[in-house]
C-alpha cells in the first residue's frame, strides 16, 4: 500500500487530510498478501483499512486508523470486530534508500512523492543510507 506515488505525493506541508485505504471487504483475493498484519490473540487478520493523516500546528500529523479484524488465529473467517487507533503528533524521522541508487535518482524519486523534498537530507539513519527528515 504506497502513501504516495508520483501522481499523488504525501503532503507533508499542506494542512488537508490525506486519506488511504487498504484491503476493502470482500476481500477478493485470499492468497495476496495483506497490506498489514496484527498479532491479537495469534496471527490475526485485519482488512477495511481506513487511515487519515491530519497536519498538526505543531508540524507532525495525527493519525485515525479504523480497520476490522477476524480472530483467524482462533479459526473465525469473518471480520466481526472493529479497531480504531488514534495517534497525535507523528513526525516521518526518515525514508531509507537503496545503497547503489544514485543521488541524483534519490532525490528525483523524493521529489515525485512528497510535497516537500526540500525538507530531507540525504545522510545516514538507523545504520542504513536515508532521507532524514530535517523539518516540522
Known sequence: M????????FRLYDARPQRLTADPLPIEDLDAPPAFHVYLLGHDSVADHDIVFTKQETGGH??????RIALTYAGQEEFAYRFRAHIEDVVLSHVAVPEA???????????RVTDVPQWFDLTEADGRRSFVHTRR
Not at 504506497?2 to 505525493?9: F, I, L, Q, R
Open 2 to 9: 504506497p502513501a504516495a506515488t508520483p501522481g499523488s505525493p
Open 62 to 67: 495525527t493519525i485515525d486508523w479504523t480497520g
Open 101 to 111: 541508487m544514485p543521488d541524483a535518482e534519490a532525490h528525483a524519486r523524493l521529489a
